[in-house]
Every structure is written in structure tokens, then in C-alpha cells.
């Protein structure tokens, strides 16, 4: 049985099975790219719901985790030099989990940097400027009356989509195989419904962005992992 004491976020959160990997998540565009890797790794691992409320996610146990109090965060109890590890950053986690399996990060080093350039796509650009295009036009900043800021998140955003638009026209997959960059991508594509955007961003000009996230939609493993943790209990 693996010891996993040392890590403090274990006291608010505890292992029942603390010999598989700990996922600490909320099923937000970020929190399920690890559930759906490790769906679609196959890998073995126990769910802890950490909600978005100061509650949680500020608490001295997650933040003895995650300095940065934002989810997903894990622990591997089998790390690498053979002692448990914890990780946060979702786009570190796709990457340590992909190198920990050898699945979705390509066959070649050529492959693994193409994947990991757009990985880096997402978290460096569409990540960042979906969310604040969501918070102008969906939440608290929709009530701001310059309307500059909105438009300015809305327009990097149809910018963002319109490179994929372009590099989805002949492939089903953004690095050619599907890979963690996918699993990167498209659940914030799937957001953009949620943040009331697709009108906005022109979705229904995208005919190669929306086949390629009714692609990724219509995977077994990201069906299931886009629902953990179930925040419903």
C-alpha cells in the first residue's frame, strides 16, 4: 500500500485507494483533459471533486498541491524515481502522463515536438482567450460598458479559430495522429457553447473545426472522462 501521507492535500481529500494515481478536479475545460488522458490511457486512477470556491481550491491542503489554487491537479504514487510525485499545470500533467505511458505523444521525437507545439497552442493562446472572452460576454464583465475589451477577446478568439480552421482541412487530428494536443484543444471548443460565444466567433463557418470536435465528441473515453468528477456526486 502506497504511502501518501506526505502530501497534506491527502488530509482534506483522502485516498481510498492511494495505490493508484490521485486525480484533484473539476470537469472545467482544464480539469478534464487529465480525466479524458487517463480514460484513454487506460490508467488507473481515484477522482477527488475540488470545487471552484475559495473553499476548496484556497484551502492550505489544495494549496499545498497547487501554489497556484487552479485545477486539475494529481499524484502519482508510482513516480518516475520511484516515489510518489505530484504535479499541477493541466498541459504539464498531458505531457508527464503521455511520457509515463508512451500513448498520444507521437512515435518520433519529430512527432512529440509537433504535438507538444500545439499543446502549447492551447494553453499559451486559446485557453487563456476563451476564457476571457467568456468572462466579458457571459459573466461579471458582460457588464462593463467599454466595449472594447469584449471585442478584443472575441476577435483573438475568431483569430485562434480560424488557424485551426485552416490546419483541420486536411486531417482528422491537429498533429496528425490524435494525441494529448487534441485532448488540449477541444474541450475548449466545446466551451465556447457554454460561454453563450458561438454565434460571435462564427462557429458555423468552421466547417473543419466542428467535424473535428464532433470527432473527439464521439470518443468512448472522452464521453466518460468530460464527466469527472461528477459534481453531482
Not at 497552442?121 to 460598458?145: C, N, T
Amino acid at each position: 500500500m502506497s504511502d501518501l501521507s506526505q502530501f497534506k492535500i491527502t488530509e482534506k481529500w483522502t485516498p481510498k485507494d492511494p495505490s493508484v494515481l490521485q486525480l484533484f478536479s473539476f470537469p472545467t475545460p482544464n480539469g478534464v483533459k487529465v480525466s479524458i488522458a487517463l480514460e484513454e490511457m487506460g490508467l488507473a486512477y481515484e477522482p477527488h471533486l475540488v470545487t471552484l470556491s475559495d473553499a476548496d481550491v484556497k484551502s492550505p491542503e489544495f494549496l499545498s498541491l497547487n501554489p497556484n489554487n487552479k485545477i486539475p491537479a494529481i499524484i502519482d504514487p508510482n513516480g518516475p524515481d520511484g516515489a510518489p510525485v505530484g504535479l499541477f499545470e493541466s498541459g504539464a500533467i498531458l505531457i508527464y502522463l503521455a511520457e509515463k505511458t508512451g500513448k498520444l505523444i507521437g512515435n518520433t521525437p519529430s512527432e512529440k515536438a509537433k504535438i507538444i507545439q500545439w499543446l502549447m497552442f492551447q494553453m499559451g493562446g486559446l485557453g487563456p482567450m476563451f476564457g476571457q472572452m467568456g468572462f466579458f460576454v457571459k459573466f461579471a464583465g458582460s457588464e462593463i460598458e467599454d466595449p472594447r475589451p469584449r471585442e478584443r477577446y472575441v476577435s483573438e478568439a475568431k483569430r485562434l479559430l480560424a488557424v485551426l480552421e485552416q490546419e483541420l482541412a486536411d486531417r482528422d487530428w491537429i498533429a496528425g495522429e490524435y494525441s494529448i494536443a487534441d485532448i488540449a484543444i477541444a474541450p475548449w471548443l466545446a466551451a465556447l457553447e457554454f460561454y453563450q460565444a458561438k454565434d460571435l466567433v462564427g462557429w458555423d463557418e468552421l466547417p473543419n473545426v466542428n467535424a473535428y470536435l464532433e470527432r473527439f465528441l464521439a470518443r468512448p473515453a472522452v464521453q466518460k472522462g468530460r464527466t469527472i468528477p461528477n459534481p453531482k456526486g
